[in-house]
Structure formats: structure tokens, C-alpha cells
């Protein structure tokens, strides 16, 4: 779901900067391998905020007024701090403070926790 979500948001991304669209039986890397991050989402809740981000992104990208990179930052950073706030008040306590454990997840998909954080990486 996150990788679909977040192809979208990169499609949409290209589409406002005036880059080149990735063609729909590319694979979407979210980032160059070298910088490629690991995802942890313990919760739905958790699930819920980050794809609440990628609608955000998708609205301004698709804004009719245009928005520069200056005027998204400071946007995107608010909105995450309103979901934030939001999720504290629903919750009482902070997304990063779950007692689930996390599911990393990876290109390949969800992995199994133990088995994830057991391996060693050079």
C-alpha cells in the first residue's frame, strides 16, 4: 500500500517538477539504492499518518495555484506536526512510543521482526 501510494506521489512529483515520468512497468525505487531507507510501522495508526503525508503531497502537487518547492516544505511540515498533534490527542501517547513491535518493512514487503533485526549487514 505505501509503495503504491508512494509511486503515485513520485509520478505526481515528476509531473510538477517537469521531470521525466516513470513509464508504468518501471520499478519504483523510492530512493537511489545508496540512500534507500527502512520503513518501521508498528501500527495502523502509524500506517494511517504516513499515508495521510502522501495524500497531503499528492493535494499540493496537484494544487491549481502552482506552489514552489519553498512554499511545500514549510506546508508539508505543518501538516505533519497537525497529524502529530492529532495523533497524541486521539492516542495519549506518541507514534513512536507503541508497544507493538515493529514490522520493518522493505521493497520486498513486510519482513518478520526477529528474523529482520537477527541479520547482520556489512
Known sequence: MIYETDKL????FCCW?????PGPESVFFEQPAHVRVVRDLS??????????????AL?????PESLTKDQIAPLM??????????FIATHGYRPEDSTTPYVPVT???PQDHDA???KEYP
Open 43 to 56: 501500527t495502523v495508526e502509524e500506517l494511517e499518518l504516513m499515508l495521510a503525508m502522501s495524500s497531503y
Open 107 to 109: 521493497i520486498d514487503g
Open 116 to 118: 529482520y533485526y537477527a
Open 59 to 63: 493535494q499540493l502537487f496537484d494544487a
Open 9 to 12: 506521489t513520485y509520478e505526481k
Open 77 to 86: 511540515e505543518a501538516h505533519g506536526k497537525q497529524l502529530r498533534a492529532a
Open 17 to 21: 517538477s517537469s521531470l521525466p515520468v
